[in-house]
């Protein structure tokens, strides 16, 4: 299975600051119709998981624009560019180009 | 508005069984690949299984492979998700999300295998 291994763990911000999260895969992303399937989700306490970034950097419907996704082949970024206080949570990566689709282990964002 | 509702999650001894359910709106739920995505207590995201529109095709994660079964009901706009054999590490919120890339999510049922 391909890993997915996102740094840092934890990630204490400052509001109003930026805040960056990586996310590194085993293989290749690249698919073969061309496409790199690389998502990115946020998870707010006590809430389910919400799809903020497909393919690498599509920003789903509703996404702040302060959300980007950026990256490439086996690296990839998560970038916020001024975090507020709504985006405290878990950051998930998750590629769905191999089966089976892996997540990765979480980077937890709080405020300072 | 797409809506994803799970149900059927409780308490379970090891060794039982137990069928989840998702009930879609919002959105025609035929013309969509669906999946189960699962979080044990306080860990990450795993996903389980998926299934093609028309049911035809069908894959799970090999932890799972043999014990649980992804089926649909497209007339219902309906999910399911039978779970046998369970075992204390299937403990976990199991939420159904549209598409194999997850697009949206359910608010998730938890299943607690314990004797």
């Known amino acids: 299975d391909v890993v997915m291994t996102q740094s840092p763990l934890s990630l204490p911000v400052t509001l109003g600051q930026p805040a960056s999260i990586s996310c590194r895969s085993s293989?290749?992303?690249?698919?073969?119709?061309?496409?790199?399937?690389l998502n990115w989700f946020q998870q707010r306490p006590g809430q389910s998981p919400r799809r903020l970034i497909y393919k690498v950097s599509n920003r789903d419907s509703g996404v702040p624009d302060r959300f980007s996704g950026s990256g490439s082949g086996t690296d990839f970024t998560l970038k916020i560019s001024r975090v507020e206080a709504e985006d405290v949570g878990v950051y998930y990566c998750?590629?769905?180009?191999?089966?089976?689709?892996?997540f990765g282990g979480g980077t937890k964002v709080e405020i300072k | 508005e797409v809506q994803l509702v799970e149900s059927g999650g409780g308490l379970v001894q090891p060794g039982g069984s137990l069928r989840l359910s998702c009930a879609a709106s919002g959105f025609t739920f035929s013309s969509y690949w669906m999946s189960w995505v699962r979080q044990a207590p306080g860990k990450g995201l795993e996903w389980v299984a998926n299934?093609?529109?028309?049911?035809?095709?069908?894959y799970y994660v090999d932890s799972v492979k043999g014990r649980f079964t992804i089926s649909r009901d497209n007339a219902k706009n309906s999910l399911y998700l039978q779970m046998n054999s369970l075992r204390a590490e299937d403990t976990a919120v199991y939420y159904c999300?549209?598409?194999?890339?997850?697009?949206?999510w359910g608010q998730g049922t938890l299943v607690t295998v314990s004797s």
């Open positions: 299934i093609k529109q028309d049911g035809s095709e069908k």
């Open positions: 293989q290749s992303l690249v698919y073969s119709d061309g496409n790199t399937y």
């Open positions: 999300a549209r598409e194999r890339l997850c697009d949206y």
């Open positions: 998750m590629q769905g180009t191999h089966w089976p689709p892996t």
